[in-house]
C-alpha cells in the first residue's frame, strides 16, 4: 500500500520505524513533539486508510507512555488511542 501523503511524513515514518525509535529514551527530546507526530500519524491513517501510520503512531505512543514525564500529554495519547482503535474497530467490523 501506498499512501499519497507528502514523502516526508512517509519517510519519516520509515525512519522511526527502521531505527526503532521506540525502544529508545533517547531517540526523541521533546514529548510533546512525539504527540504531535503520533497524532498526526493515527489522523493520516484514517485518512489515507494506511494503517501502517496507524502501527508506527501506536509505537509512538509506547515511547511516550515510556519515557513521557508529562501526565497530561501521557493521557492525551491515551485517550486518542483508544479513539483511533475504536474507529479501527467500527470500520473493520471487530467486535470484542
Known amino acids: ?3 499519497d501523503r507528502d514523502p516526508s511524513l512517509v519517510a519519516r515514518m ?3 520505524e527502521i531505527r526503532r525509535s521506540w525502544q529508545s529514551p533517547d531517540s526523541f527530546t521533546d514529548t510533546e513533539e512525539v504527540v504531535a507526530l503520533s497524532q498526526e500519524f ?3 491513517a484514517f485518512q489515507d486508510d494506511d ?3 496507524l502501527n508506527t ?3 509512538l505512543n509506547d515511547w511516550i507512555r ?3 514525564t508529562d501526565p497530561e500529554l501521557v493521557s492525551e495519547i491515551e485517550v486518542a488511542e483508544e ?3 475504536r474507529k479501527l474497530r467500527e470500520r473493520r467490523g471487530i467486535e470484542l
Open 66 to 68: 515510556s519515557y513521557g
Open 51 to 53: 494503517f501502517r501510520f
Open 83 to 85: 479513539k483511533s482503535l
Open 42 to 44: 493515527m489522523e493520516v
Open 1 to 3: 500500500m501506498t499512501s
Open 14 to 16: 520509515r525512519e522511526i
Open 57 to 59: 503512531a501506536l509505537k
